[in-house]
């Protein structure tokens, strides 16, 4: 069989929990992607400048970060982790209904902290969770895990397409020729307004009535993350963790947990402590005190962080580019209607969900380094064939695509690459996952700002910079990891010299005795 009848039997007894926690991801992707497509629309409502509102997007992040942080506080119970999950699920559905009411961009980004915390914490309690039940065979199911980000990242464009505004309010770059599109277009959607031309920029009451359209995409999407939320309370049920339901009936976790701890109690009471610092579930600073750190050579540390500052450029593309490829596609010279603009973000997640599904089988067959060298130097000749091709509308859909399926498999391939040089020790996953997470939030609100001042031409110039200073720590981390070998080669030497000159020893020492013993019997006989 494809899949092994082993790794099928363990889901099959763990279904119901997998799926629930599959489940919640799919509010993250929901709750991640939406912005990107609506923010115009959210401009408008706020009243607010395209630089004003990528702050909505650093809120998210930023509180993205912390819940991530502190979700690990939940993990100590099967109850506090559901719980926590289902809270979290809850306050999407929540946000998405409150949404269209936040018509001050400080509120909007609040709401969008809240949500971010929501997500951080379904972050982090949903991979451990997955970790707990499966252990060693945890890597299939993590890979569903993210697929389900994918998934619901790509059905929340969707279903904001319909509801967007057709023309937006007016000055979105703060250009001329920003204005001036908004002339033509409302000079073809609406003939009569010919003689106001010159108030176009201020919103007008057919800009009202859309933005009470664009409220139904949040609530109907409220509505379609609701069934998550009430998934997780019926495990609960299920599982007799509610106050209405107790009962004394071992949990599957918990059964879990004892035969994890009855197979890894002869390992010490420090395995579970190692485990989490090396699959990255402590803290940052927790890793940068570690006392095992000193006395390690130089590129040691220099892979942590040029791997991350690799990740922190590409994942900074990726937010950067769901955020605003929808503004950079409505804007001159591209100028596509704002409908169909709206499909760039879902082809963008859809082609992530695709490379990651396309991964699984490709590291079978070649090592890391050299996909994430195909995928590094695919995003900047992609980004570059955008630059050249900008008035081209087909190749802006098939570059989006190209796009997204170069940049999906970077973080995980990283992952692996510099676990497998660092013979998983230290604290790459933490480094990692902080660094990607950082990415994100400073690159949104970085390129976000200089769109607002430069023009939406910006959009493919600042992709290509980050790409190519991301390929070049990339190549920096290349000739650590030949440092890095060369280091621990001579110390392998250095430490078999120095068993050689042990081991003469060590006989001597050992004949020495012998003989000792024999005389000492041979006394005794006497």
């Known amino acids: 069989m494809f899949i092994d009848e082993r790794i099928v039997t363990l889901f099959k007894r763990n279904a119901h929990h997998t799926l629930t926690y599959w489940s919640v991801f799919f509010s993250f992707g929901l709750c991640i992607a939406f912005l990107g497509p609506t923010i115009l629309d959210l401009q408008c409502q706020t009243n607010s400048t395209l630089s004003q509102i990528t702050w909505v997007f650093f809120a998210q992040q930023f509180c993205l970060m912390i819940g991530s942080s502190v979700g690990g506080v939940f993990k100590r119970t099967l109850f506090s982790a559901l719980a926590a999950l289902f809270v979290s699920a809850l306050l999407i559905s929540v946000i998405f209904a409150i949404i269209p009411v936040c018509n001050n961009v400080l509120i909007l980004a609040i709401a969008m902290g809240v949500s971010g915390l929501a997500m951080g914490i379904i972050d982090t309690i949903a991979n451990i969770q997955l970790v707990t039940i499966y252990q060693k065979d945890s890597a299939?199911?993590?890979?569903?895990?993210?697929?389900?980000?994918?998934?619901?990242?790509?059905?929340?464009?969707?279903?904001a397409d319909p509801f967007l505004s057709e023309t937006g309010c007016g000055n979105h770059t703060g250009n001329g020729t920003e204005i001036m599109h908004h002339f033509r277009s409302m000079l073809r959607y609406s003939p009569i307004v010919e003689h106001n031309i010159t108030q176009s920029h201020v919103p007008h009451d057919g800009g009202e009535k859309e933005e009470s359209i664009v409220q139904y995409a949040f609530?109907?999407?409220?509505?379609?993350?609701?069934?998550?939320?009430?998934?997780?309370?019926?495990?609960?049920?299920?599982?007799?963790?509610?106050?209405?339901?107790?009962?004394?009936?071992?949990?599957?976790?918990?059964?879990?947990?004892?035969?994890?701890?009855?197979?890894?109690?002869?390992?010490?009471?420090?395995?579970?402590?190692?485990?989490?610092?090396?699959?990255?579930?402590?803290?940052?600073?927790?890793?940068?005190?570690?006392?095992?750190?000193?006395?390690?050579?130089?590129?040691?540390?220099?892979?942590?962080?040029?791997?991350?500052?690799?990740?922190?450029?590409?994942?900074?593309?990726?937010?950067?580019?769901?955020?605003?490829?929808?503004?950079?596609?409505?804007?001159?010279?591209?100028?596509?209607?704002?409908?169909?603009?709206?499909?760039?973000?879902?082809?963008?997640?859809?082609?992530?969900?695709?490379?990651?599904?396309?991964?699984?089988?490709?590291?079978?067959r070649f090592q890391p380094v050299r996909i994430l060298m195909f995928n590094l130097a695919g995003v900047i000749v992609t980004v570059l064939m955008l630059l050249i091709f900008h008035t081209s509308s087909i190749f802006l859909f098939v570059g989006t695509c190209l796009c997204g399926l170069f940049l999906s498999s970077i973080f995980p391939y990283m992952l692996a690459y510099t676990e497998d040089i660092l013979d998983y020790q230290g604290c790459a996953t933490s480094v990692l996952v902080t660094s990607a997470g950082m990415g994100e939030m400073v690159m949104q609100v970085l390129v976000g700002s200089i769109i607002q001042t430069e023009g939406s031409y910006s959009f493919l110039l600042c992709g290509i910079i980050i790409a190519c200073i991301g390929f070049i720590f990339f190549i920096g981390l290349l000739l650590f990891h030949q440092m890095h070998r060369n280091y621990l080669t001579g110390t392998s030497n250095k430490s078999a010299i120095e068993v050689e000159e042990v081991e003469p020893a060590a006989d001597q020492n050992g004949s020495a005795k012998t003989e000792q013993t024999e005389n000492d019997h041979t006394v005794t006989i006497s």
């Open 140 to 159: 299939i199911f993590l890979q569903a895990l993210h697929f389900f980000i994918g998934f619901g990242a790509l059905v929340s464009p969707l279903i």
């Open 219 to 364: 609530w109907i999407m409220a509505l379609i993350n609701l069934p998550v939320p009430v998934a997780v309370l019926f495990l609960m049920y299920r599982e007799q963790l509610l106050p209405c339901c107790p009962g004394s009936t071992p949990r599957l976790l918990d059964k879990d947990e004892l035969a994890m701890e009855t197979q890894q109690g002869a390992e010490g009471p420090d395995l579970e402590q190692k485990e989490d610092e090396a699959g990255g579930h402590g803290s940052i600073f927790s890793c940068c005190q570690n006392d095992n750190l000193r006395g390690l050579p130089a590129s040691f540390i220099m892979i942590h962080i040029l791997g991350g500052m690799v990740l922190f450029m590409t994942d900074g593309i990726v937010g950067a580019y769901a955020g605003f490829v929808y503004t950079y596609a409505v804007a001159p010279p591209m100028s596509l209607p704002n409908k169909t603009a709206g499909y760039l973000a879902s082809i963008f997640w859809a082609a992530i969900t695709a490379g990651r599904l396309l991964s699984i089988p490709l590291s079978y």
